[in-house]
Every structure is written in structure tokens, then in C-alpha cells.
T-cell receptor
Framework: EAGVTQFPSHSVIEKGQTVTLRCDPISGHDNLYWYRRVMGKEIKFLLHFVKESKQDESGMPNNRFLAERTGGTYSTLKVQPAELEDSGVYFC???????????????FGPGTRLTVL | QKEVEQDPGPLSVPEGAIVSLNCTYSNSAFQYFMWYRQYSRKGPELLMYTYSSGNKEDGRFTAQVDKSSKYISLFIRDSQPSDSATYLCAMSALSGKLIFGQGTELSVKP
């Protein structure tokens, strides 16, 4: 079974440009999460989808970030316009809804390393 | 103050040593405690998971939770070079949102 995949693996853009990150969760996983790790800091939660609905977007830093999950399959995270502080590694994770979401194992993708110059 | 504190290391030990990794937390609402392992250029991988105070053992790994002290530990016995990675503690309350520690970089030297 394929794991969580993310594209691209690395993106280098200039300040003010737009970047779109993509996450393909494990097939059948209703829960999809985005996290981000800024250099030197801990991995931080951005948002949580249940199927196509945003369950919790409390971690989204500001309105330059837009996440979508049309059809409840893959998800995209768009940053527009990108700022220097957006640099970091963006992780996607998915979990199968078996009951309490807090106990479902989250499987992480390899991450997208975003560099904003 | 961070919700979860973890010494980032780095920690270097000889092969065969016992490794102790720790996290403290401040939020009493946390009920689920996890340890993830992350190899370079990879995503975090769940290693151990527990939801109650006490010990949980899986092979060479033991996870320990002390809710009264808000302190969790991961012990690795007979450490191997293949255990070299970053170890992240993570916690959650009732939602799926994980709160991570900063991660401890471990190096096991042959």
C-alpha cells in the first residue's frame, strides 16, 4: 500500500510569488492534516480535514494560506504571496477514521521543503 | 511557554547504550502520548503510543508516562546505529491535532 505522498519535494521561490503544495493521503483515509516545521522550531499543526470539510484550521498562520481538499481525496496548500518566514518543511499526514480521531494513527508524508528567497 | 518541552540535543551514545529521551508538558488536557522517529529527509513515523500513566514496552523500546508530573520518557535498550534519528514526542487531547516537542537528535556510534 502506498504511503502519504507529497509534491514537490522541494520548492524554491521568491518572496511575493505563489506556491501550491500537494498531498495525496493513504487511500481510504478520511482525516488529512497539514503541519509545518520552521527551522529550529517544533512541528506545528496547521489544519485538519475530515473528508472535504475543514475540521480545525486554528493553526493556519494568516490568510495568505489556503488549503483545499475537493472531493475528499488529495489536498492542496497554497501560499500567496509567499513571505520569507514561510520557509520550512510542510508535512501532510493522514489517518483512517476508526472511532476517536485522537487515537487514530497519523501517517506522515516525507514533507515539502519550501524555501522563500 | 511552550506546551511541550523537549531537549533538542544532539545526543551521542555508543552502540549498546541505554538511551533516555524525555518531554515535559504543561497542558493537563493531553491524554494521548506518542513518540515518533524521523530519519533524515523523511516524515515522522509513529514508534510508540500510550494513553495512560505507566509503562508500555515494545521490543527494545519502553514508553513511560507520568501524568501527575506531566513527564513522558522513551527508553531505548541496546541501542543500535540504525536507531540514529530524531525522536519527537507528540501529544493530543480529544482532537486529532498533535502538539510536538522540538525533537531530540540521537546518534548511536558503532
Amino acid at each position: 500500500e502506498a504511503g502519504v505522498t507529497q509534491f514537490p519535494s522541494h520548492s524554491v521561490i521568491e518572496k511575493g510569488q505563489t506556491v501550491t503544495l500537494r498531498c495525496d493521503p493513504i487511500s481510504g483515509h478520511d482525516n488529512l492534516y497539514w503541519y509545518r516545521r520552521v527551522m529550529g522550531k517544533e512541528i506545528k499543526f496547521l489544519l485538519h480535514f475530515v473528508k472535504e470539510s475543514k475540521q480545525d484550521e486554528s493553526g493556519m498562520p494568516n490568510n495568505r494560506f489556503l488549503a483545499e481538499r475537493t472531493g475528499g481525496t488529495y489536498s492542496t496548500l497554497k501560499v500567496q504571496p509567499a513571505e520569507l518566514e514561510d520557509s520550512g518543511v510542510y508535512f501532510c499526514a493522514s489517518s483512517q477514521a476508526r472511532g476517536m480521531v485522537s487515537t487514530d494513527t497519523q501517517y506522515f508524508g516525507p514533507g515539502t521543503r519550501l524555501t522563500v528567497l | 511557554q511552550k506546551e511541550v518541552e523537549q531537549d533538542p540535543g544532539p545526543l551521542s551514545v555508543p552502540e549498546g547504550a541505554i538511551v533516555s529521551l524525555n518531554c515535559t508538558y504543561s497542558n493537563s488536557a493531553f491524554q494521548y502520548f506518542m513518540w515518533y522517529r524521523q530519519y533524515s529527509r523523511k516524515g515522522p513515523e509513529l514508534l510508540m503510543y500510550t494513553y495512560s500513566s505507566g509503562n508500555k514496552e515494545d521490543g527494545r523500546f519502553t514508553a513511560q508516562v507520568d501524568k501527575s508530573s506531566k513527564y513522558i520518557s522513551l527508553f531505548i535498550r541496546d541501542s543500535q546505529p540504525s536507531d540514529s534519528a530524531t525522536y519527537l514526542c507528540a501529544m493530543s487531547a480529544l482532537s486529532g491535532k498533535l502538539i510536538f516537542g522540538q525533537g531530540t537528535e540521537l546518534s548511536v556510534k558503532p
